[in-house]
């Protein structure tokens, strides 16, 4: 079989670069590049044109005549040629279309050479027979081209080698037995070896053991297959074990018969490879995490081809397919195809396209299925700059969590009805326990007012006692409802802490009678100033630790003392501490009795009886008010309770008051007073009666609801005192009636009369428009102390953002006007003849919604309510302004509570100065 040659135009012109191709027409179609060197025009040209046949001569001059002459010599003649250039050589028949002329200059001068510009690299390798003979007697020209060749020879060989032995590829040769023959420096240093070190070596020295049969397993294939050359990657191995990631061509030679050499060229991947690496085993982290995800995930590029799902998401909507299916897969038609497994299918379809042409994320979408299953639904766009990438679908089953949140609700709601009827139950029983017991309490305090012989009182006392023990077992029930469903308040009042201390001293000695107990008192060394703080609830956990300081000590004593921890110019630290001599309590039973219902065993619960509330009760009530309890104790020898409290000071100085002369100023400030009492409890109306007997006051009695709505439609009264339940009309219900606009005592105050303490029905007698409440069983200093806070001559500090206006600013007075009483007066009468009547005339306006005029009436009236000492309602007109500088519905009622809160205020002012109302006010 002959050998078949290709040649391309660049060997073919290596070969033959004289030559030149004629088509039947004899146009020159091709040339070589040597004869475009004598001849740039050639191509595209008639053969004649340039040349004519000098041998053979009986050639013609068309295509068939000159290919009979094929197997003779050809000369030819150059036309127009400034010398007679001529040349030799043979026609070959390419095709029926086409012949070629194969030949070279027949050149006889060396010098012709240089004339038409040629040299020896213009000439084909096979001239050398021909014309080399003519050439090498020129030795000049023939050693500068040899010198030529040898100096880009070596040049060529020096890039060559400082390319192998510095450049930034790894190197080597292997022989067919597989030892390193050859090594570049690149190598050498990368591997850690010298290169007499390295050199015989067998290739598997390089390689991990793990990886040898990789290697060897590449090298054998492409011996076997014969390839010529093989890429692969592997971790080569240096001197010191270290690890070098390496990409490497690898090519076979052949050397000779039967052998061959490798030849690689290594390049250090090691860095791409350990991100590679890295990355894979995120992927795959990442991969099993949503995997195993217990959510749908479902992850489409920009054009909404599935780029990754998992097979949640496949069981979440029945799909067969595993995921590896699913990528590819086009999911635009996806929300038409799945939409009738939802039970609104368009809503499922348009919520679709509305979050993907948003691509804005969504969280907690919830998707109704046909099936009754539940779904909820994310969607997060997935951008990388602004060029959109895709979304990602995140679904979840929230079928049992909704089912359980329902289960929940209903629960709660169960719960809540539950509560509230046991609620109902407690109030209802504790207002039909508490108003016979208030009764009661109340005819002990008057019997033991009487003269009464030493047994009488005796067995007065025992009465008192034990209603006094039922009553704390009925409070401690209230109060631990009340602080539990967080209605407890805060109300601050000025207190004489060494006062109220000698109070629980007196309160508690009457019930040592039969112990052989003594009561001890250290108040506190300083006490100059009122402190602000809640008299109920600081007496509360006094008393709750002083009742277990009785209940458990049957000899010894009993110490009470307070004394500062801390003092700055506004506030006092004080710590109380009530020491007792009594049974004392174990160390590990000291942590429980702050809970509910804990005492410290079961003896003491048979023994000394109580409901285990007290000391929960303290430590909530301590809580509250931001302190501290702590207690030391030694079974057998005592305990001590430490209580730590801040209080505000106050810059007001305590003054002593005699008990009588309380009682005098009390039966002045309510004297020729109009009193009003509805109660339908025979008992504790009297009871009530012989306590405001003796203020000289008027006081009227009624037995229901209805009978006080009639009085309160005759007569104005200064208070009146309001029993919740009764016949024919409750206390709210008649509260309510009261404060109608029509009535006459619209604005008196109503002090509730409750036996069911508990928040929820305090806050309805509240709600319903009373003042205050006091629960029963109560005493008559806790009514005639309550009376006096209601009417505005107690020394109560409000604690609310809002002012109470039953009295007057005094500081604010003192700096605009000193002791000028006149001119005081004269200011407040400009008011009542100026400012009030256009005060009265801006409620039209606010009704109208004229707020341009609103404005300019509030803004002028606003400064004036500051100079009769009203500066809260300067601050309110302030407020107001800015709602009609708003258009602001809620302007009117601002304007109510300000009106409210000025009547008040003008009540002061009459009383205080002698003023008289201005007709029709």
């Known amino acids: 079989m002959g050998i078949h040659f290709q040649l391309d135009r660049f060997l073919f ?53 000159i290919l009979e002459f094929t197997t003779q010599i050809f000369i030819l003649k150059a036309i127009n040629s400034k010398t007679d250039l001529q040349f030799r050589g043979e026609i070959i028949q390419l095709d029926d279309n086409k012949m070629l002329f194969i030949g070279s200059p027949w050149l006889t001068n060396p010098d012709d050479l240089k004339t038409h510009h040629l040299s020896l690299t213009d000439y084909a390798l096979h001239d050398a027979v021909t014309d080399l003979l003519q050439v090498v007697k020129v030795k000049d020209i023939a050693n500068a081209d040899i010198k030529m060749l040898n100096d880009r020879l070596e040049e060529s060989e020096g890039r060559y080698r400082e390319l192998v032995e510095f ?85 076979r030679i052949t050397t000779g018969n039967d052998t061959y050499e490798i030849r690689a060229f290594a390049k250090d991947i090691t860095e791409r490879k350990l991100v590679e690496l890295e990355l894979e085993s995120s992927e795959l982290r990442l991969s099993n995490l949503i995997s195993t ?23 979440l909507f029945n799909i067969s397919a595993p995921p590896k299916a699913l990528v590819g897969a086009d999911c635009s038609n996806a929300a038409e195809e799945s939409k009738l497994l939802f039970d609104n299918p368009k809503k499922f379809t348009d919520r679709i396209y509305e979050i993907l042409k948003n691509r804005k994320i969504v969280l907690g979408d919830e998707l109704h299925m046909v099936d009754g299953r ?17 979304h990602l679908w995140q679904y979840r089953d929230l079928t049992e969590k909704v089912m ?23 109030a209802h029983m504790s207002h039909e326990i508490r108003t016979p017991l208030n009764a009661i309490t109340g005819m002990l305090h008057l019997l033991m007012e ?71 008192l250290k108040g506190l060394e300083e006490n100059e100033y009122y402190l602000l703080g809640d008299k109920v609830l600081i007496n509360q956990i006094l008393f709750n630790i002083m009742g277990n300081a009785i209940k458990f000590t049957d000899k010894g004593s009993i110490d009470i003392s307070a004394n500062e921890l801390n003092k700055t110019a506004d506030s006092r630290t004080i710590k109380f501490k009530i020491k007792d001599t009594g049974i004392g309590i174990s160390k590990d039973k000291q942590k429980l009795i702050f809970d509910r219902f804990k005492q410290a065993d079961k003896q003491t619960s048979v023994r000394f009886g109580g409901t285990g509330l007290g000391l929960a009760i303290t430590k909530k009530i301590i809580d509250f008010l931001g302190g501290e309890i702590s207690v030391a104790s030694t ?79 005759k007569k104005v009264y200064d208070l009146i005192f309001m029993d919740i339940r009764m016949p024919e009309m409750d206390g709210l219900t008649a509260t309510k009636n ?65 002012q109470d206006f039953k009295t007057l600013d005094e500081t604010v007075l003192k700096e605009l006007y000193g002791d000028d009483l006149e001119a005081a007066k004269d200011m407040f009468e400009i008011f009542l003849e100026t400012n009030l009547p256009i005060f009265n005339d801006l409620e039209k306006h606010l009704i109208d919604n004229n707020w341009s005029t609103a404005r300019e009436m509030t803004h002028k009236l606003k400064p004036s309510f500051s100079m009769i000492g009203l500066p809260k309602l300067t601050d309110q007109m302030a407020t107001l302004e800015n709602h009609c500088d708003n258009s602001n519905s809620e302007a009117y009622a601002l304007y109510q509570s300000i009106k409210s809160d000025l009547d008040h205020a003008l009540d002061s002012l009459f009383n205080l100065h002698g003023l008289k109302p201005i007709s029709g006010e």
């Open 13 to 65: 012109n290596r070969i033959f670069p004289f030559s030149f191709i004629i088509d039947r027409d004899l146009m020159i179609v091709g040339a070589g590049k040597s004869i475009l060197k004598l001849f740039p025009d050639l191509e595209g040209s008639p053969f004649t044109d340039y040349f004519t046949i000098r041998r053979p001569r009986s050639a013609g001059k068309n295509f068939n005549s």
């Open 167 to 251: 450049g930034s590829d790894i190197i080597y040769k292997l022989d067919d037995k597989g030892c390193l023959t050859f090594v570049n420096d690149v190598g050498t240093k990368k591997m850690g070896y010298s290169k007499s070190e390295a050199l015989g070596l067998h290739y598997s020295e390089f390689v991990f053991e793990d990886w040898v049969s990789t290697v060897d397993g590449n090298f054998i294939k492409m011996v076997q297959n014969n390839d010529q050359e093989l890429y692969f990657e592997f971790p080569m191995k240096t001197k010191t074990g270290g690890q070098l990631w390496v990409g490497q061509h690898t090519q």
């Open 293 to 315: 995800l217990q959510a749908g995930v479902l992850v489409e590029d920009e054009k909404r081809r599935i780029v990754l799902t998992n097979p949640y998401f496949c069981e």
């Open 374 to 390: 539940i779904l909820e639904r994310d969607y997060t766009p997935i951008f990388s700059g602004d060029r959109y990438l895709g």
């Open 404 to 426: 359980v949140q329902k289960n929940l609700i209903k629960a709660r709601k169960e719960a809540e009805a539950a509560r509230e009827a046991e609620m109902q139950f407690l």
């Open 450 to 520: 009487t003269d009464l012989s030493n047994d009488q009182r005796e067995f007065v006392e025992i009465q008192k006692s034990s209603t006094e023990i039922l009553a704390g077992i009925i409070n401690d029930v209230l109060d631990i409802s009340k602080i539990e469903s967080g209605k407890l308040e805060l109300n601050l009042e000025k207190l004489d802490l060494n006062d109220l201390l000698k109070t629980v001293k007196n309160t508690f000695s009457h019930q040592l009678k039969g112990k052989s107990v003594s009561i001890g």
């Open 635 to 713: 079974l057998g020898k005592g305990s001590e309770f430490s209580v730590t409290l801040d209080f505000k000071k106050t810059d007001e100085k305590i003054t002593i008051k005699s008990d009588r002369e309380i009682k005098v100023e009390q039966e002045e400030l309510f004297s020729n007073m109009k009193f009003l009492v509805a109660e339908d409890n025979v008992m504790n109306t009297y009871y009530v009666r012989r306590i405001l007997s003796k203020l000289n006051a008027e006081v009227d009695y009624v037995f229901n609801g209805l009978e006080a709505l009639k009085n309160c439609s």
């Open 738 to 802: 009261i404060r109608t606009s029509g009535n006459l005592n619209k604005d008196t105050p109503i002090l509730a009369l409750t036996a069911s303490a508990f928040a929820s029905q305090i806050d309805k007698a509240l709600d319903a428009g009373t003042n205050d409440f006091l629960s029963k069983p109560f005493t008559p200093p806790q009514l005639l102390t309550k009376m006096q806070e209601i009417l505005g001559h107690s020394d109560v500090v409000d604690t609310k953002e809002k």
